[in-house]
């Protein structure tokens, strides 16, 4: 691969990178997903700190911070759902979803996961519909590479592209690159 192949050592993301793309590029909205996902690691790892919190004994300032970090987790979150789900409504209502039964730490490894195998839109649409809206279900058939998961995303994809021929679907293939979180 040159040089020319990728924008990665500009944008703070190395080449080696998992990608959704089929060529093997990091595309831009993947990049946004992987600084999205930072952002919300950052804010999901924060360990609090009880002498800090301590230190403050007036509830209205302490209800005031946690009511602060609550707006920006779920901007975070927001803005990590609204790349992945890439336009598409169902997708971004699917994920929302799972952000509320899985909370965020094992929502954002599920959304690490999606991303990593190249599951955006209306691919993460069916994928809900094959598990059922089960998210669990979902992370379980991500982690274990589902032969049959693939196979119905993609012939649903196909399926979408044969009465909406001015749309061209992305297919899923499993990512053989490690998963790195």
């Not at 991303?115 to 669990?136: C, M, N, P, Q």
Request: aromatic content about 10%; glycine content about 4%.
């Amino acid at each position: 691969m040159s040089c020319e192949s990728c924008t990665g050592c500009f944008e703070a993301t190395p080449c080696s990178a998992p990608s959704p793309s089929l060529n093997g590029h990091i595309s831009k909205e993947y990049r946004q997903f992987l600084k999205s996902a930072r952002i919300c690691s950052s804010i999901v790892g924060d360990p609090q700190d009880p002498g800090h919190i301590a230190e403050h004994n007036d509830v209205a300032l302490k209800d005031k911070k946690s009511a602060a970090k609550k707006d920006q987790e779920d901007h975070s979150f927001n803005t990590l759902i609204s790349i992945l789900a890439n336009g598409q409504f169902t997708a971004q209502t699917y994920l929302a979803q799972a952000y509320k039964q899985c909370g965020p730490s094992t929502f954002l490894h599920l959304a690490r996961t999606l991303a990593h195998h190249g599951f955006w839109g209306r691919l993460i649409t069916w994928a809900y519909l094959y598990v059922k809206e089960d998210s669990a279900r979902l992370q379980t058939l991500l982690d274990g590479c589902d032969p049959e998961l693939l196979q119905t995303v993609n012939d649903e994809a196909a399926m979408f592209e044969v009465f909406n021929p001015s749309v061209s679907c992305q297919r899923v293939r499993w990512n053989p690159d490690p998963f790195a979180e």
